[in-house]
């Protein structure tokens, strides 16, 4: 019985330790490699507009149900939260890439978990690529 | 053997616990895909007006939000974005009377107390001198015990056909100076 206790109170304490160490970490995430990341997470397009493209993203986040939190043109950012049951934030930002082509770079948070499987970027990319083709055929 | 038995008990159980932290929900499939009901969302939540005035537009939105109640949090004119939100206490009394009914029987009787909802409003120059407005509503609602009960997208249509009736006089009096 005695050992029980020590035992458990050992694993209790490997526990807090782990869960100490966790708290720190994710302050400055890195679960994954910086150069994986950004590659799952962003997308060349060859496209020169900004202020359109924002405008296109904005788009997307509202037809994929996101309320936007915030935009900025003269950072580039839009941040939009989807909300049914769960919370899924996005913050995407578009940079010029010389001066033909536009990066966009979404990150997701779902709950308070970072996003980082690839899927949902694939499937945001794609809406974008879509709405992103609608437009230049104005439909 | 016996100690053996007694080391697997806890082990077991840091394994299930550890699963479990792992097996934690990640994004639905269907939340970043266009369903069916995009373009019929799309339509619900957005009015066109004929005007080329963005600025004006954008202008008399934020008053209709204003005569809502709503407070505006942020707004980026050059990507027509207003955001905007509201608090409200949500307690029906007879909410108030089943908990207290409740609790003569010790029972523990939660109900919504408070109600968040937040808006983004979005206009969008379409060819020929069109603008296309778009809202979208959510709302979060907490229990007594400050739980979050209710976290979704507003979907009733007649708090948007509200609403944009409210913004088609709101443009008529912007147009009017009034």
């Known amino acids: 019985m005695k050992g029980l206790i020590k035992k458990s109170l050992f694993f209790c304490l490997i526990l807090s330790v782990c869960a100490c160490a966790a708290r720190q970490k994710n302050i400055l995430e890195a679960n994954d490699s910086q150069v ?24 997307t986040l509202q037809d994929l149900g996101f309320v936007i939190d915030d935009a900025d043109e003269n950072l580039g950012t839009v941040s939009g939260t989807k909300r049914s049951g769960y919370s899924l934030r996005m913050t995407v930002s578009v940079r010029p890439r010389g ?34 083709f609608l437009e230049a055929q104005k439909i | 053997m016996r100690s053996g038995k007694v080391l697997h008990i806890p082990m077991v159980f840091i394994l299930v616990a550890l699963t479990m932290l792992a097996c934690q929900k990640s994004v639905p499939r269907e939340a970043l895909m266009f369903t069916t009901e995009s373009l019929a969302d799309r339509q619900l939540q957005t009015r066109i007006f004929e005007t080329n005035h963005e600025g004006k537009l954008l202008e ?35 909410d108030v009377g089943l908990s207290i009914i409740a609790s003569l029987f010790f029972i523990d009787y939660e109900y919504a107390v408070r109600q968040k909802v937040l808006a983004s409003l979005v206009t969008r120059p379409l060819e020929e001198d069109r603008i296309a407005v778009r809202i979208t509503f959510q709302h979060l609602v907490w229990d007594t015990k400050k739980e979050l009960i209710k976290n979704e997208r507003v979907n009733e249509p007649e708090i948007y056909q509200e609403f944009f009736s409210k913004l088609s006089k709101s443009v008529f009096l912007t147009a009017h100076e009034i």
């Open chain 1, 36 to 59: 994986r990341l950004r590659s799952i997470q962003s997308r060349v397009y060859d496209y020169t507009d900004r202020n359109r493209m924002l405008r296109t993203i904005i788009a």
């Open chain 1, 99 to 132: 001066d033909t082509q536009l990066i966009v770079r979404s990150n997701a948070q779902f709950n308070l978990q970072t996003v980082d499987d690839p899927e949902p970027y694939q499937q945001f990319f794609a809406a974008l690529s879509k709405a992103l």
């Open chain 2, 60 to 94: 008399a939105s934020a008053a209709v939000l204003q005569d809502l109640g709503f407070t505006i949090d942020e707004s980026e004119v050059k990507c027509g974005v207003i955001v905007c939100s509201k608090d409200r206490n949500v307690t029906e009394f007879y």
